[in-house]
């Protein structure tokens, strides 16, 4: 039986739709409307509603996604090549904080059983961390780290894990140049992070230029062992007298894990409030599915996130640049609106220093997966942050208890990479990432647990043990939005208190990338 041809119009004033069916549709196929495409059309690409002259808008999510560069017939395929976009709007006469506040009701009882930390933070697992200040140490640390797992873990049950974070910076860079900041204040902030219960251990070279008093001074860091407050970070230093040959540098970091990880194994699970989270919210390989399915269950859920008192940060600034209206209008303050606009004109001239705008986002991917272009693209990832009012700004590295944010919903302004973004979330205080693809992605972090969203349920067939939760069930009508953000929200949960996501199982981790826009020497 031929299933019946099906498309999703997401606003009664657009002029395309998206197709639903798996596969796509042929040329000749009639819709219950009693439209007939003229082309064959694949799985989530636009079909012209009407006759669309040259010049005219393309409306989707009632929005202008750009003009018709020739006419389009109705039932036509509609894609990128018959777009004009719209340039971007001004960081000018933009709504600020103009939209009336909802009232979100509170939503209590929820828990999950996490770790409490001595700074008040709370961590979904318990990790030992080794902080790294400079690439040069990475090979090192890795082996350091595979003897630790080896030899010492097991005998630590209640240390989840021991993860090296390595990236590529700490020399060949000018570390005193403006934005260097960045990369630094994110390296310092990730070292802090909820889920590694504030041990501090450090693996330095000793002749880098990020060396470890500059990358965590005495005081910006709580001590949790019997040093002093003024004492700066437990470090081992390769390039100390000391080491004789590179067995002695492993057998110095081996040694050096054993109090850490002793403190760590003390440590139990314990029933917290949903409130103690700590949610970041990205998109990654997403398809024209995302801005209908997964997105919109993470929106309702970050709603419930709100209403329950935690807090969920949203990203990538060129995906949400397009919307920029609708981010200052639901800004909980002018103060709040002014920090979004300063935030995407940084990023806007960052940009131009490279020669390129916003529409260097789109991937080859999200084009297969029938979005069109930037703006599209963009209305289907705001939707993620729900409608609550945002309550407030952070700049990338920042962390949110470093700048005193409120709980609630955060713009953490960061580039759209998902790696770059996973990193400034984990550095602002995530312990526990949202990540949804339409097209499909094993990401994952060492760090934090990801639980990955698939907009699509041929998707979520196809990589069954590397999806988490199957948003494709709103497409085919078996659940609405609300259904399915509950079932998202009460996963979040679940893996809070420990249930481990598809990636953890796997160990599916990539790595860390700092967003280091100053110069490399």
């Not at 399915?484 to 990539?510: C, I, P, Q, Y």
């Amino acid at each position: 039986m031929t299933p019946q041809a099906r498309y999703i119009l997401m606003h009664d004033d657009d002029n395309v739709a998206i197709i639903v069916n798996d596969g796509g549709l042929p040329a000749g196929a009639v819709f219950p409307s009693g439209l007939t495409l003229r082309d064959k059309v694949p799985q989530g690409h636009k079909v012209a509603l009407v006759d669309i002259p040259a010049g005219e808008v393309v409306r989707r999510y009632n929005v202008s996604i750009g003009r018709a560069r020739s006419d389009i017939p109705a039932g036509s395929w509609v894609h990128e090549r018959l777009l004009e976009m719209p340039a971007a709007r001004e960081l000018l006469g933009l709504p600020m904080a103009t939209r009336a506040q909802p009232t979100l009701p509170p939503l209590e009882g929820h828990t999950f059983e996490g770790y409490r930390n001595a700074d008040g933070s709370v961590g979904t697992r318990n990790i030992l961390a080794i902080t790294t200040t400079v690439q040069c140490v990475a090979g090192v640390v890795a082996n350091a780290v595979r003897r630790i797992k080896d030899e010492l873990l097991p005998q630590y049950p209640h240390v989840d894990d021991v993860v090296g974070l390595e990236h590529s910076y700490g020399c060949g860079v000018a570390i005193d140049a403006p934005d260097a900041v960045i990369p630094i204040r994110t390296l310092r902030n990730i070292s802090l992070n909820p889920n590694f219960g504030g041990e501090v251990m450090v693996v330095s070279l000793g002749c880098e230029k990020l060396q470890p008093e500059r990358l965590l001074p005495p005081g910006s860091f709580p001590i949790v062992d019997e040093r002093s407050p003024e004492a700066g970070p437990e470090t081992i230093c390769l390039q100390a007298e000391r080491h004789v040959g590179f067995m002695s540098m492993i057998d110095d970091i081996v040694q050096s894990a054993k109090p850490h990880l002793e403190r760590l194994n003390a440590r139990r699970r314990e029933t917290v409030p949903a409130s103690e989270l700590v949610v970041g919210v990205q998109c990654g390989g997403s398809d024209a599915f995302s801005g209908v399915t997964a997105n919109p269950a993470v929106g309702f859920a970050a709603d419930l996130l709100v209403r329950a008192g935690a807090t969920i940060m949203f990203s990538e600034n060129t995906e949400v640049r397009d919307a920029v209206d609708q981010l200052t209008a639901r800004a909980a303050s002018t103060e709040v609106a002014d920090a979004i606009v300063r935030e995407l004109g940084w990023y806007d001239r960052y940009l131009e220093r490279g020669r390129v705008d916003r529409s260097a986002n789109t991937t080859p991917g999200n084009k297969a997966g029938g979005l069109s272009n930037i703006v599209e693209k963009a209305m289907g990832s705001i939707i993620k942050s729900g409608t609550a009012p945002i309550a407030g700004v952070l700049s990338p590295g920042d962390s949110l208890r470093a700048q005193g944010l409120p709980k609630g919903l955060i713009y953490a302004a960061t580039p759209a990479s998902d790696f770059i973004c996973g990193t400034l979330q984990l550095a602002a205080g995530m312990n526990l990432h949202i990540f949804t693809t339409g097209r499909g992605t094993p990401y994952g972090l060492a760090e934090c647990p990801v639980i990955k969203v698939a907009t699509r349920s041929d998707l979520a067939r196809r990589w069954h043990d590397l999806m988490d939760l199957d948003a494709g069930r709103i497409a085919t009508g078996e659940l609405s939005i609300e259904e399915l953000g509950w079932e998202l929200f009460r996963l979040m949960l679940d893996v809070a208190s420990g249930k481990k996501t598809w990636a953890e199982h796997w160990k599916l981790h990539n790595a860390l990338v700092l967003f280091n826009p100053a110069p490399v020497t």
